[in-house]
């Protein structure tokens, strides 16, 4: 039973409760009519204290295309976190108003605290450079929709692997099907953190190389997921223009791909992915949005249990 639960990381749920999402999510994309006015009296809030488009925006249209309705807040800024409120204290506000709250913080923890202290569902919807679980949600149902499994790929990830939350969250939700071969590219300096390696290395059943140049692996990848080198995490202005454009994937690079290799990204895309390959049949990343919105729909309905 989802009903009532909380996620704040991507092993929160088990596969079995995954898959009943992406098996509503499904239903939902067949028949979007039939759930038209499935929440109906329900209201979400959307408390996102750091930049979203895509998070934010797909919440809210999820809820609406539910039938609900949602109120929130879209920068710290223009919340009582700018008079020093604590996320306690403005989580105990918003469960008065709302029955769900989808919490976006640069304070890595953040939405658990949050979660620590809620009466109603708190979606954790990134936090800081730790993780972003609906994205890997997302990212899962692109994967299961163009694929037809989640099992037995090797899927490169490539670009800020030290920073990217979307890329710790899809490894550690990865890891848990059979088959898998990780290829983590990225320079020195953009390597997936200690954590999310031990835990890699510790599993059996994976297996997992970290290589730096991506054309000397494009060849083998089923799965190519970019990311962007994430500048507000960086310390210092000269380290991210240094490592900024490590990475373009082009027409070029793409000529040494499988013809089934899907490119994903959780986009925003600044220069890591050229536009040229948008109308490449292989070049996932707009529909991938458009999923993000859909089981962010079957998420909200089992979260609230209707
Ligand atoms: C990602 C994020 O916020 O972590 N964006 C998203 O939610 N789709 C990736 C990013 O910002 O690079």
Aim: some cysteine; aromatic content about 8%; charged content about 25%.
């Amino acid at each position: 039973m989802l009903k009532g639960r909380h996620l704040i990381d991507p092993m929160d749920f088990t596969i079995d409760e995954l898959n009943s999402i992406f098996d509503l999510a499904d239903e939902i994309i067949a028949n979007p009519i039939s759930y038209a006015d499935i929440c109906k009296g329900k209201l979400l809030a959307t408390c996102f204290y750091e930049p979203s488009t895509r998070t934010r925006l797909s919440f809210e249209a999820a809820m609406l295309r539910l039938g609900g309705q949602v109120l929130g807040f879209s920068s710290a800024e223009s919340s009582s976190a700018a008079k020093g409120e604590s996320v306690k204290d403005t989580i105990l506000t918003i469960a008065s108003y709302a029955d769900i709250c989808a919490m976006r913080h640069p304070k890595e923890g953040a939405p658990k605290v949050a979660s620590l202290n809620s009466p109603i569902p708190v979606i954790n919807a990134g936090d800081g450079g730790h993780q972003h679980p609906t994205q890997t949600l997302t990212d899962l149902l692109t994967i299961r929709s163009l694929k037809g499994r989640l099992s037995n790929f090797t899927v490169g990830l490539c670009g800020d692997l030290k920073f990217g939350r979307t890329v710790h969250s899809l490894i550690k939700a990865l890891s848990r099907y059979e088959g898998i071969r990780f290829v983590l590219i990225s320079p020195e300096e953009l390597k997936v953190p200690q954590y999310i390696r031990e835990e890699l290395l510790s599993n059996e059943h994976v297996e997992m190389t970290e290589i730096e140049k991506l054309e000397d692996v494009i060849g083998e990848l089923d799965i190519l997921y970019m990311t962007r080198v994430q500048k507000e995490r960086f310390f210092n202005e000269a380290d991210y223009v240094r490592l900024k454009d490590s990475y373009i994937l082009d027409k070029e690079k793409m000529t040494m791909a499988k013809e089934d290799l899907s490119v994903l990204h959780p986009l925003p895309r600044v220069n890591e992915i050229s536009v040229d390959i948008d109308k490449d049949p292989r070049a996932a990343y707009f529909s991938q949005a458009r999923y993000g919105m859909y089981v962010r729909m079957a998420l909200i309905m089992k979260l609230l249990g209707v």
